[in-house]
């Protein structure tokens, strides 16, 4: 993760929101945030140093005790829907305005995707229809009327709409077929703050106690939902009276939208993946931030904002190898690298979807390296001496996976990785899961033994120079054995069933 700081002029300090200034402008590098002195200012992000510059505003006035919000939607065209007390303003791209509508109740939250438009205000949620052509407002549905709704969201497709209120009822709409109501339920913690669609499978729900729940949808053409988990991500030592001036706040990553991010507790950033509820990363900021908005920009990066009007660029090496495998489109996803007792291991991109045998959910582990261009996959079960995108993957242990790639051991046990260079190279790798778990790494020269527990190296053998030279030692057909006998293994090299080189060594 790389974080990077950078201060807005003076005079734009961001509005204080329970569901973040920063809005989402789909499509390019950029995003807006509404300010405390009644202005909205268009960010840009620079896609290499990650400067965040102001490349434009509209001012609408300081607005008091009344309600600010705002949102962009690019689908038919750019189009920018501001909530300013009781108004309700449209604007191009270009900040002219095209339309206004009087509002029946100050707007605490506005989402917008193309022709569909929800404010959520005290006394429910108003779905609005803003024609393309004349950009004028028709009011088509009323929604938890005389309950005060917090916020809604749109999936990235726009066929789905999440609505919270702020008792805690959460619903999910079909757009497409004129709001009709496909999934309903109370979440065990009030005043939800945030919505977000990772792709169009799971929606996340986030309370500003920290209480974070994703949803499923069956599948892509599927109209049912179910809760799929439910977790708490506070702190034990975060303190109530500390805990009440933030917000919890989630984004999707767009180029692993399975992966979602979650400002809580102030401080904390947390990316977790939402088909298994698991927490992947986690960052602490220091105790003087009060994080209080988040956006995704682009691929592979997240901008938040704290009270004293800071803005912090987060980038994940992870989406920016993922955002590169898409523009070179050349991958195949879904690539089975192993299957053996444990389960199969999926290589989908540069992330593993390990699926069990026992019948327990798959789970996906990121990779924690990044190829330049991908990983081939012709080349994972035979890795070759000369290339730094060979794959080889083990399934030892039940909570044990270990990818070699390139020069480097990947061991990935009590869910987190932990990586071991290997200087003699790699030609070929073999297992031992009889004792103690054992990795043998066949080099051009030399031999290794690998606790993989520790990753150390237990021993180092040479191979004979006669046996290097060998034509079969460099056939794509050759294949290494291990057969363990107590402290001891016996390692084989066979080549079209034919073994011309055996050794014995320590483990």
Known sequence: MDVRKVALPAGFAPYSSWNSSLSEFDGASTCSMTCENGAII??????YHRHVKVVDQVRLGVIGLERFCHAWTSTPTARLAVAHGDTLFIYDDKFERRSEL???????????????????????????????????????HQLYSDVPVGLAAFSRCGAWCGIAAIDGRFGLWNVRTAMQLEFSTTLPSARPTSI??????YAVVACKDAHVAV????????????????FS?????????????SSTLVAAWKSVPVFFSVVHSSTHMDIIDASTGRRVHHMTFPSHVHLMGLVAVDDNAMLMQDMQGTIFSVTWSFAKAMAGCTRFGSFQDDVAVYDGAFGTLYLERQALRRTPRNGQPSDVLPL??????????????????????????????????????????YRYARNEWAVAVVPTGVH????????????????????????????????????????????????????MHVERHASTALVRLVDNDVEFWRYPVTC
């Open 215 to 230: 949803f499923q949808r069956d599948n892509a053409s599927s109209c049912t939902w179910s809760q799929l988990s439910a």
């Open 196 to 201: 977000a669609f990772s792709g169009d499978k």
């Open 102 to 140: 009087q509002l029946p109740f100050f707007a605490k939250h506005v989402a917008f995707h193309g022709a569909t438009l929800v404010a959520s205000t005290s006394n429910g949620a108003y779905v609005y229809h803003v024609c393309p052509t004349t950009v004028k407002c028709i009011l088509k």
């Open 368 to 409: 924690p390296f990044v190829p330049p261009h991908g990983i081939d996959p012709s080349n994972r079960e035979e890795p070759n001496p000369s290339s730094t995108t060979s794959l080889s993957v083990h399934w030892m242990r039940q909570d044990y996976v270990v990818v070699v790639y390139g020069h480097a051991v």
């Open 233 to 245: 991500l506070k702190p034990e030592s975060v303190a109530s009276s500390a805990a009440y001036m």
């Open 42 to 47: 268009a960010l840009e992000v620079h896609s």
């Open 428 to 479: 070929r790798v073999a297992s031992s899961t009889d004792g103690p778990l054992v990795l043998v790494v066949l080099g051009q020269n030399d031999l290794m033994v690998l606790d993989v527990d520790t990753l150390a190296t237990t021993s180092v053998h040479a191979v004979p120079p006669q046996v290097s030279a060998l034509p079969a030692f460099l056939a794509p057909s050759m294949t």
